[in-house]
């Protein structure tokens, strides 16, 4: 299972999916043999292992929209003390003056720490959240130095409980402070793919059956959308699309469901995926949407080929 980035909203978005698939079909989404988790699908899927996918998860102990839309922001929005303008220079402004792009913003001071976002890991998941879960779980980050993804959980990546990797995956440029690790910097994993789907083929053996969940891989254009949000959908739809064809072509026998948000979703969602305000209202749309995505033969046939009638078998 592939869980994308896509800001606060995106992660509502991935508790409305889940959350619906398995009310239809009875299946756990930690039954997954794998998850890859990116930026706000990296929470997401800790959340999954951690057995905590649920509304309460989401928004607290809120008994309102308005509380828990505070209840968000003291968990996403803690003050930093603005710094790190060499690290900024070093690693983004300099390395991005050759070839001006969203590269520049990498390493930048930012007004938010990701330490609210640990701590919501750590208080939700307890032990686990100190720790790794023992399911293959990847959470996807960016190195500044090296200036590529690290996949946290393989052995590749520097040993990290799933609080810190959780954080840097979501470590948004320019919002927020890059996380260090092992002595290095790190950002959000969507820096290089809002997906990063192609890692799957490190699986030992194909899988029969690969869920993606992409909120900033929209199938069109929002009406009235702003010009921003066309462009982070295209670049995740077209990484998306690389990887798709690339797990295809290695793994014919392999099903793909890639599911993304509808116009309604896209509503509630956009034109700021980091509103906490728009959190609840996405997550509701979303539920309202996979009502009728599951509806759909192709989508429904296949999840009851794999997810309820293998799962009765077994």
């Given at each position: 299972?592939?869980?994308?980035?896509?800001?606060?909203?995106?992660?509502?978005?991935?508790?409305?999916?889940?959350?619906?698939?398995?009310?239809?079909?009875?299946?756990d989404?930690?039954?997954?043999?794998?998850?890859?988790?990116?930026?706000?699908?990296?929470?997401?899927?800790?959340?999954?292992?951690?057995?905590?996918?649920?509304?309460?998860?989401?928004?607290?102990?809120?008994?309102?929209?308005?509380?828990?839309?505070?209840?968000?922001?003291?968990?996403?929005?803690?003050?930093?003390?603005?710094?790190?303008?060499?690290?900024w220079?070093r690693?983004?402004?300099?390395?991005?003056?050759?070839?001006?792009n969203?590269?520049?913003?990498?390493?930048?001071?930012?007004?938010?720490?990701?330490?609210?976002?640990?701590e919501?890991?750590?208080?939700?998941?307890?032990?686990?959240?100190?720790?790794?879960?023992?399911?293959?779980?990847?959470?996807?980050?960016?190195?500044?130095?090296?200036?590529?993804?690290?996949?946290?959980?393989?052995?590749?990546?520097?040993?990290?409980?799933?609080?810190?990797?959780?954080?840097?995956?979501?470590?948004?440029?320019?919002?927020?402070?890059?996380?260090?690790?092992?002595?290095?910097?790190?950002?959000?994993?969507?820096?290089?793919?809002?997906?990063?789907?192609?890692?799957?083929?490190?699986?030992?053996?194909?899988?029969?059956?690969?869920?993606?969940?992409?909120?900033?891989?929209?199938?069109?254009?929002?009406?009235?959308?702003?010009?921003?949000?066309?462009?982070?959908?295209?670049?995740?739809?077209?990484?998306?699309?690389?990887?798709v064809?690339?797990?295809?072509?290695?793994?014919?026998?392999?099903?793909?469901?890639?599911?993304?948000?509808?116009?309604?979703?896209?509503?509630?969602?956009?034109?700021?995926?980091?509103?906490?305000?728009?959190?609840?209202?996405?997550?509701?749309?979303?539920?309202r949407?996979?009502?009728?995505?599951?509806?759909?033969?192709?989508?429904?046939?296949?999840?009851e080929?794999?997810?309820?009638?293998?799962?009765?078998?077994?």
């Amino acid at each position: 299972m592939v869980l994308g980035g896509g800001g606060i909203t995106g992660a509502a978005y991935h508790f409305g999916t889940l959350l619906a698939i398995q009310m239809a079909t009875g299946w756990d989404p930690d039954d997954a043999e794998v998850i890859i988790g990116t930026s706000s699908g990296a929470f997401a899927g800790a959340m999954v292992r951690g057995h905590a996918l649920s509304l309460d998860t989401l928004v607290g102990p809120s008994g309102s929209v308005d509380e828990a839309a505070e209840w968000l922001r003291s968990r996403l929005y803690q003050r930093a003390t603005p710094a790190g303008v060499l690290r900024w220079v070093r690693r983004g402004l300099l390395p991005g003056i050759t070839r001006p792009n969203l590269n520049l913003v990498l390493g930048s001071p930012a007004l938010y720490k990701t330490a609210g976002i640990e701590e919501w890991v750590t208080g939700t998941l307890g032990r686990l959240g100190e720790t790794w879960p023992d399911k293959p779980t990847v959470i996807i980050g960016f190195d500044l130095d090296n200036r590529e993804r690290v996949a946290f959980g393989t052995q590749a990546a520097p040993e990290v409980p799933l609080c810190q990797a959780v954080a840097a995956s979501s470590a948004v440029p320019f919002v927020y402070e890059p996380v260090r690790i092992d002595g290095r910097w790190y950002v959000d994993g969507g820096v290089a793919s809002g997906t990063n789907a192609d890692l799957l083929l490190a699986h030992p053996k194909p899988l029969d059956l690969i869920i993606v969940v992409a909120p900033m891989a929209a199938s069109e254009s929002r009406p009235g959308s702003r010009f921003y949000e066309d462009l982070f959908d295209r670049a995740g739809r077209t990484a998306l699309a690389a990887e798709v064809d690339l797990i295809r072509s290695t793994w014919p026998e392999t099903d793909l469901l890639v599911l993304r948000p509808d116009d309604r979703v896209l509503e509630e969602s956009r034109p700021n995926p980091m509103s906490v305000e728009a959190a609840i209202p996405s997550f509701l749309v979303t539920l309202r949407s996979m009502r009728d995505e599951l509806a759909h033969s192709s989508t429904w046939d296949l999840l009851e080929r794999h997810l309820v009638i293998e799962r009765a078998k077994s």
